[in-house]
C-alpha cells in the first residue's frame, strides 16, 4: 500500500492491543485485505485469529512469554524499539536493522477500565489490577513518535483507519491530531489513577481527609455550543467521563441544540427534583425555581371521571400555577417518566427544556410535533457526585454536595418553639418546604401549600426582601372570577434556608398570613423571633441545619 503524497505514511505492520474489542475484528480484516502485517497480544491476538485473520502473537516478536500475570507482555525492545524509531533519522534505521527489528506504522491500543472498575466499588487489589502499564507507554511511544507511526485509542475511529488504507496510509495531519487524541486518552486515564491513589495513599489519606493533595479533572469536549451566556461569548459543553453521569450524558431527543443556559437551567432543576421520593416536578428560570411541586398523597382530583390518575400531570399543574408568568420559557424536570398529561399541561406554554429519566412513548409523540422545545432522557443511574467545585481566579473551591442528609433534615429531630405541634398534614407541608427551599439561590424564602410551591422569594441581599418578594408573588400572580388578587399566603407554610437575623421578615410572613414556619434557627436574636412567633400564635421549628445556595 503506497501513495504519491510525501506525507502520507504507508501502513504495512501494525500493533493491536485493545481491553476494548469493539470491532476489532471488522479492523483487522480491513487491514489483512490491503497486505498489512498484524502484531498482537493475549486475548486481542485470539480474537482476531478466531475470526480468521492471520496474526503473529507478540511474544513470537519478543522472543519472550508473557509474563506476571500478563504485566509483561509489550515491554520490550523488539515492540518498544518498533514504535519509537523515528525512520527520518538514519542512525534510527540503522540500529533496527542491526537489530533485526521491524518497524511499527500503526499502534491501535486502549486501556483497562480503571475508572469504571473504581465506580463499581471494587477493592483496592482489584482496582490496582487494572492500572495499565503496557498499554499507556504504548500510547504515548506512539504518539510520541506520530512522525513515523499512527495511533489510534479509539474504536470510534476504525473507519478513518479504513479510509486511511483506502488512500495510501495516514497524512502527517491525521497523524498528529490522532497523536493529539492519544496524549488526551492518557491524561485521562493519568488523572483518574492520581486521584484515586492520593484518595488511598496520600499524605493525608490514614487521616481520612477527604481532600487530598492532589486532584486533577479531565475534561472531554462533547460539543461545541452556539455561545455562552449572551451572544458574544464563545462556549462549550466538556463531560467529566471520571463522574456520575449527569446533564452532560443526556440523551437528546428531540429540539434544536442545546444552549449553555439551557444546560445549567437544566442541572439545577434536577438538583431540585431528585431530593422528592414522590412524583415531583420543578419548573426553572435563570437557575431559580418558579414552581415545585409533589403529587397528591392521594387520588388526582384533577383526573377526569374514570381516567387513570396521573400523578406527574398533577405535580406539573401544580408548579406552573405558583409563577405562570415566569413558566413561560422555562425549563422543566421530572423524577418519573414525563406523561401524555404533563405533554398535554404544555399546549400554548413555552417551554425550553424537559428532561427526565425517560418519555412515555405517548408524550414523547406529542412533544416532537413541537418545533421549540428540547426533549432530554436521563442517563441510567443518574446520580450527583458527592463533591461539586466551582471555579474562582486561579483555582477552585470544592465541597461535598449539599445533601438533605444532616441530623436537622430530619422532621423528627426539629424542635418546637412556638405553637401547637402541626399534625401530620402541616407536617408534610412543611417537610415539602424543607425540602424544596434548598433549591433556592439565598437568601431563600418559600411558601408552600398542598404539596407546591405558591411563592418563592429568592436570591435577595436581605431576608425581609426574600418575605417580601415571596408573600408578594404569591398573592399577585393569581386572581378571582372577580379579576382580584388571590391572597394564597394566608394559609399557608413557609420555609426558610437559613435563621432570621431579626423578627422583622417572619413579621412579614405573619402579617400575610402564614401559620407555620420551619427554619434553622441560630441568630443571636432566635429570642426576638420565637417571641414574635409565639406572640402570632403560629408554629415555628427550628432544624438546626442551613441550606445556603449561593
Known sequence: MTSDRPDVLPIRRALISVYDKTGVEELAEALHAVGVSIVSTGSTAARIAAAGIPVTAVEEVSGSPEMLDGRVKTLHPRIHGGILADRRRQEHVRQL??????????????????????????????????????????????????DSVAVVVNPGKYPEVAEALEHGGFSREARQRLAAAAFAHTAAYDTAVANWTAAQFGEDAAQQ???PPYMGLALERSEVLRYGENPHQPAALYADQGASAGIAQADQ?????????????????????????EPAVAIIKHANPCG??????????????????DPVAEAHAKAHACDPLSAYGGVIAVNRPVTAGLAANLQGVLTEVIVAPEFEPEALARL????????????????????????????????????????????????????????????????????????????????VKDGASIGIGMGQVNRVDSCRLAVERANSLLTDQQGQPVERARGAVAAS????????GLQVLIDAGVRAVVQPGGSKRDEEVVAA????????????SRHFFH
Open 533 to 544: 412567633a409565639q406572640a402570632a400564635g403560629i408554629t415555628m421549628y427550628l432544624t438546626g
Open 209 to 211: 481527609n477527604l481532600w
Open 97 to 146: 536493522e542491526e537489530s533485526g527489528i521491524e518497524p511499527f506504522d500503526l499502534v491501535v491500543v486502549n486501556l483497562y477500565p480503571f475508572a469504571e472498575t473504581v465506580r463499581s466499588g471494587a477493592g483496592q487489589d482489584a482496582v490496582i489490577e487494572q492500572i495499565d502499564i503496557g498499554g499507556p507507554t504504548m500510547v504515548r511511544a506512539a504518539a510520541k513518535n506520530h
Open 368 to 447: 416532537q410535533l413541537r418545533q421549540d422545545i428540547r426533549l432530554l432522557s436521563l442517563p441510567d443511574g443518574y446520580q450527583r457526585d458527592p463533591a461539586e467545585f466551582r471555579q474562582v481566579s486561579g483555582g477552585a473551591l470544592m465541597q461535598l454536595a449539599d445533601r438533605l442528609d444532616a441530623p436537622g433534615d430530619d422532621p423528627e429531630q426539629w424542635r418546637l418553639v412556638a405553637g401547637e405541634d402541626a399534625d401530620a398534614a402541616t407536617m408534610a407541608e412543611l417537610r415539602f418546604a424543607w425540602r424544596a427551599v434548598r433549591a433556592v439561590k439565598s437568601n431563600a424564602i418559600l411558601l
Open 497 to 504: 434556608d437559613a435563621f432570621f437575623p431579626f423578627a422583622d
Open 292 to 309: 415545585v411541586a409533589v403529587a397528591s398523597a392521594g387520588p388526582d382530583d384533577s383526573a377526569e371521571q374514570g381516567a387513570e390518575p
Open 253 to 277: 431527543l428531540h429540539g434544536k441544540a442545546m444552549s449553555y443556559n439551557n444546560f445549567v437551567d437544566a442541572d439545577a432543576a434536577l438538583r431540585t427534583v431528585f431530593d422528592f421520593a
